[in-house]
C-alpha cells in the first residue's frame, strides 16, 4: 500500500517569486536544508522536463546525504512535479494557486511512501523546509 502526504502553506508573495524560490537552484539551496545541521543542500536542479538533478549534503552512517530526482512536470508558474529519491522514490508535486490580496497557496502532494514512519519523516522534513521558505520569501 503507497500512502500520500498533502500539505498546504499560505504564503504573502507573488506567484512569480513563489515559482522562482520552488525552480531556482540557488534559491533552492537557502530553504531545502539538511534537516540536521541547518545548511542549505547543492543542487543541480532545472525546470526542465526530463532533466535528472541531485540534492546533496553531508552523509551519515545511516544516508549517502543524495536526493536524486527527475523533473516530470512543468507548468509555469501553477505546476511543478518532479520524481524524489533517498532510499525509496517518491513524486513531489506542487500545485500554486493565486489567493488574491497578495497571498498565494502552495500544494504539496508527495505519492509513493511506503509507510507511516516515512509518512512522518516526510510531513516533518517538508514543514520545517517551507518554514525555511517562508523566511527566504519575506527578505
Known amino acids: 500500500m503507497s500512502l500520500t502526504l498533502t500539505l498546504d502553506f499560505q504564503y504573502t508573495t507573488t506567484l512569480e517569486k513563489l515559482w522562482s524560490a520552488l525552480t531556482d537552484s540557488s534559491k533552492l539551496a537557502k530553504w531545502v536544508a539538511n534537516i540536521h545541521t541547518g545548511e542549505g543542500?547543492?543542487?543541480n536542479f532545472?525546470?526542465?522536463?526530463?532533466?535528472?538533478f541531485q540534492f546533496r549534503t553531508l552523509p551519515?552512517?545511516?544516508w549517502n546525504g543524495i536526493i536524486e530526482g527527475e523533473v516530470l512536470i512543468v507548468e509555469e508558474p501553477h505546476r511543478l512535479s518532479y520524481t524524489w529519491a533517498s532510499g525509496e522514490k517518491?513524486?513531489?508535486?506542487?500545485t500554486l494557486h493565486d489567493l488574491g490580496?497578495?497571498?498565494?497557496n502552495l500544494h504539496l502532494e508527495q505519492t509513493g511512501i511506503s509507510n507511516a514512519q516515512a509518512l512522518?519523516?516526510?510531513?516533518?522534513?517538508?514543514?520545517?523546509w517551507c518554514g525555511e521558505l517562508e523566511k527566504m520569501l519575506e527578505q
Open 41 to 43: 543542500m547543492d543542487n
Open 46 to 52: 532545472k525546470p526542465v522536463v526530463g532533466h535528472r
Open 60 to 62: 551519515t552512517e545511516y
Open 90 to 94: 517518491h513524486t513531489v508535486t506542487w
Open 101 to 104: 490580496d497578495g497571498k498565494v
Open 120 to 128: 512522518g519523516g516526510a510531513k516533518y522534513g517538508w514543514g520545517k
